[in-house]
């Protein structure tokens, strides 16, 4: 039987990791999809949703997943019978494919949004004083992702081919670059061109299609 997979769409998102996997995988999926209200996700549509009201959420027949990293480690888990997006268990590039999967939240998106927060959130000192400082983490963390990219043989960080360590760290580095979180005054040339390869791919471009994704 065919997969019974939606996908809680909120605009502007995390959610495009994993419409452009569904793409990639050539899975059929239904998106629910909601526009922000006031910046955050309509309360009707959390409701909808359940659980912590943080979207992407992915529902696979009676299944109910979210965070978009434990989306993707199921999605090719469970449907990437060539193990071409991650890797069986047990195989050493598994783990170098999640590290990205990971770092793309726990550090790349963490310490971008540690600036956008003090940005909002922050009604007295100098926000500039506290971005310029968390601006280190950003620096670093952008450098060592361009120079892990030069290890690659290709245009991915694993190569010519799209895997999840590139679906997820993606929408980070384009979260960071277009908000400048931490990069005013600097060029990251590298990720700008591989942004520009991700997004030139046929399966990113057929899910923000079908998702309606706008930054
Ligand atoms: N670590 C989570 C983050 C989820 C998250 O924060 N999603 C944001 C959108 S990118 C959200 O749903 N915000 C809506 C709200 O807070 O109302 C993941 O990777 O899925």
């Known amino acids: 039987m065919a997969p019974q997979i939606t996908l809680y769409f909120l605009q502007a998102s995390r959610c495009i990791r994993s419409a452009w996997l569904l793409e990639e995988l050539g899975l059929d999926y239904t998106v629910k999809f909601a ?58 590039k598994r783990y170098a494919v999640l590290q990205w999967v990971h770092a793309s939240e726990a550090t790349f998106a963490l310490h971008g949004l540690a600036i956008l927060y003090a940005r909002w959130n922050q009604k007295s000192g100098n926000v500039e004083e ?31 081919e799209v895997t999840a360590a590139d679906i997820s760290m993606h929408f980070s580095l384009v979260f960071i670059l277009a908000r400048e979180l931490g990069t005013k005054g600097r060029k990251f040339e590298r990720t700008e061109k591989y942004i520009k390869d991700c997004e030139a791919t046929e399966s990113y471009r057929k899910a923000v299609q079908k998702s309606g994704h706008q930054l």
């Open 130 to 160: 506290t971005e310029a400082g968390l601006s280190k983490n950003v620096i670093k963390d952008l450098e060592y992702f361009e120079a892990e990219l030069t290890k690659s043989s290709g245009k991915f960080l694993f190569g010519d």
């Open 35 to 92: 526009p922000r209200e006031n910046g955050a996700a309509p309360p009707v549509f959390k409701k909808e949703a359940g659980g912590l009201g943080k979207f992407p959420m992915l529902t696979d027949g009676d299944l109910t997943l979210a965070e978009s990293g434990n989306i993707a480690e199921y999605l090719c888990d469970t449907y990437d019978t060539s193990r071409r997006f991650l890797p069986d268990l047990g195989n050493p």
